[in-house]
């Protein structure tokens, strides 16, 4: 059994038991017997005469479903799989994550993302600087639910999916075609009931071996790097920043917790603008707290249409630089605080969210505690109680 | 030496045909993706586990499995007298071959090409059948990396003296010279993936010592499961919906 690695006294000892069993109580009522812990090598029960389907942690023997790995039994039609806890990251394609360069190769380069094997980030799955040759705004009636592709492909496989300017991420592809969809407005319902859709093609320079040489004045090893999974090719795991909120990360912290913490969700990127800071849950368990970065638009008109202007900021830009690198006292202590709210809650071991982040914080805040004294065991203990609270009440409701 | 008294208990006080006491507990180094402690008497054992990660050799790289390292060591103050071991000595070397060839042949390591996984066990303290504790305290660590495996793995000794099989020797009846036969067994399968034995035994004797410490695996299996699903449990519901 694993314990909670803090120094408590008896009584924060009894609080943090009671505080554990109240959760225990709540997840055993919920879900008694769908979610069905297993260890390995124990039977799984299922119907055989259904037709079942075995997914991952599971193995046939003599007829019999097996687990092969410590998990909670999950049930998708006929599908059955084991969803292992405290197992390193699994990525999905569209997954958002944080990895460090661990190596800058021929063309690419390879980043720790705590995956089995280190990801892939090509020079030519990321938008350059000064890398965007031309672009288009294009109009288009879609269907509603259909999902686009680059190039203003339309694959209406993907239902549910009306595009919008929040399925940027999700519109954004290597079309092989003219270029690379990279702004998605939807202006609404056009006629005979489609949807109107204005998005913008980057087409991208082709890299030259001079970007391959000056690839180090990008990411150097060691940087910390925001980016998406586009999927896996044949020689590893692949992934692409093709936006400008992807990218290098500066000016902040890393923190590491086991994936699992950490939920898939629609938006992963937080900008707190009270404390101005991002927050960035990475879905491989890696968590950016961080100044905030004003995202610079990569509008491509101000490109395209303003060189001159360019040009004539150039000077500046290093005073201006000069400028960004410091970070107000304020800034870092806040960042801090989230920081630590984030360590508590994954030594707790409870779901890891933007509201449990804020919660914790702000509980924090509250008791006038110093941002060392959040990582003391009277604030953990604190925390689980919280916990257990919340969680009651939104049994209540539900 | 009298072994086994005319009353039938040993030395440490336990019958024949039983076992030391025997703890385990998961999460004991924090930064590894998986670790465990494992205690049997006297004996203690931790382990940690690392990956499936990057291949850290490239040419030692396998392109449809995943490679499998472990290290074994003891800890200069594991025994008695306080010695100061090279590392990478004659012993160690084969138990840590022994221990690796044991693991691998449960991992299921196809589901993982072109990665690397890294298992480090250590002696704290030992008093006999420190390989079988090695074994155990793996198994659980790499239950809590999430490394799939085809079953558990668990071991334990069993030896011959005064004419009787003992489960589980100690450290004094191990040094006696007596045969000393070391199982590892996969409880689901019934298969035994290790067998060691030192010195001497007539074959029909032998299958009796033998059962006796499948016997002991069989145990030792049903206690890492309850560990094992409690931890699963205790971290399911502390992660919430």
Redesign the interface.
């Known amino acids: 059994m694993r314990e909670i690695e803090l120094s408590l006294n008896q009584t924060q000892k009894i609080r943090l038991k009671r505080a554990l069993e109240k959760l225990e109580s709540f997840s055993s009522k919920a879900n008694s017997n769908s979610n069905a812990s297993v260890s390995i090598s124990d039977s799984i029960p299922v119907n055989l005469e259904d037709g079942v389907l075995k997914g991952h942690g599971t193995l046939d023997l003599n007829g019999e479903l097996v687990a092969t790995l410590c998990g909670v039994v999950e049930r998708v039609n006929k599908l059955v799989y084991v969803r292992a806890l405290r197992a390193r990251y699994k990525p999905e394609v569209g997954d958002i994550v944080v990895g460090r360069v661990s190596e800058v190769a021929q063309k690419r380069w390879r980043l720790d993302i705590h995956y089995s094997q280190d990801a892939v980030l090509m020079l030519s799955s990321m938008n350059l600087p000064d890398g965007i040759q031309a672009y288009q705004v294009r109009e288009s009636l879609y269907p509603l639910g259909c999902s686009l592709v680059g190039g203003g492909l339309c694959r209406p496989n993907h239902p549910g999916r009306i595009p919008t300017k929040n399925s940027l991420d999700y519109l954004i592809h290597d079309s092989g075609g003219w270029g690379h969809v990279s702004k998605v407005y939807s202006l609404g319902i056009g006629p005979k009931g489609l949807a109107l859709v204005r998005f913008h093609v980057i087409k991208s320079r082709r890299r030259t071996a001079l970007d391959e040489l000056n690839m180090r004045s990008i990411f150097e090893e060691n940087d910390v790097i925001c980016a998406e999974v586009r999927g896996i090719q044949h020689d590893g795991l692949h992934l692409q920043a093709r936006s400008q909120k992807y990218g290098k990360l500066e000016r902040g912290q890393l923190l590491t917790v086991p994936p699992y913490l950490v939920r898939r969700r629609k938006q992963h990127f937080h900008h707190l603008e009270q404390y101005g800071v991002d927050l960035i849950l990475g879905c491989n368990g890696f968590i950016w707290v961080g100044e905030h970065v004003e995202a610079k638009d990569d509008m491509v008109e101000d490109q395209v249409s303003k060189p001159e202007q360019q040009k004539f900021n150039k000077n500046s830009i290093s005073l201006e630089d000069q400028e960004q690198t410091y970070t107000p006292i304020e800034t870092r202590q806040n960042i801090c605080r989230i920081a630590n709210a984030v360590r508590v809650l994954s030594i707790l071991g409870f779901n890891i969210t933007i509201e449990v982040i804020m919660d914790t914080m702000n509980l924090s805040s509250s008791l006038n505690l110093d941002i060392h004294e959040m990582l003391g065991s009277e604030f953990c203990v604190l925390v689980a109680e919280g916990e257990a609270e919340r969680r009651s009440l939104t049994k209540r409701k539900g | 030496m009298e072994f086994v008294s005319p009353e039938g208990l040993r030395l440490d006080g336990r019958r024949p045909m039983e076992m030391r006491q025997i703890r385990a507990?998961?999460?004991a180094v924090?930064k590894a993706?998986?670790s465990a402690v494992f205690e049997m008497g006297n004996t203690k054992v931790i382990a940690a586990v690392y990956?499936?990660?990057?291949v850290q050799n490239r040419t030692q790289q396998i392109n449809d499995q995943?490679l499998v390292r472990c290290e074994y060591s003891m800890a200069n103050f594991s025994t008695g007298d306080r010695m100061r071991k090279p590392k990478g000595d004659r012993r160690s070397t084969e138990i840590s071959l022994v221990i690796r060839q044991t693991m691998e042949a449960c991992i299921?390591t196809h589901l993982?090409p072109?990665?690397q996984i890294d298992i480090f066990v250590q002696v704290l303290q030992a008093d006999g059948g420190t390989r079988s504790a090695c074994i155990n305290a793996a198994t659980l660590a790499l239950?809590?990396?999430?490394?799939?495996?085809?079953?558990?793995v668990t071991s334990c000794s069993s030896g011959y003296l005064n004419s009787t099989p003992l489960l589980d020797l100690n450290y004094v009846e191990d040094s006696a010279g007596g045969p000393d036969v070391t199982v590892g067994f996969l409880?689901?399968?019934d298969k035994v993936t290790l067998l060691q034995m030192d010195s001497k035994l007539p074959i029909d004797i032998f299958e009796n010592v033998m059962q006796l410490a499948i016997e002991g695996c069989k145990a030792i299996a049903n206690y890492i499961?309850e560990?094992?699903?409690?931890?699963?449990?205790?971290?399911?519901?502390?992660?919430?919906?």
């Open positions: 507990e998961i999460g924090a993706d998986g990956g499936p990660r990057e995943a299921l993982m072109r990665s239950a809590d990396a999430g490394i799939p495996m085809r079953d558990l409880p689901k399968l499961r560990i094992m699903l409690e931890n699963t449990k205790q971290l399911e519901y502390r992660r919430g919906i």
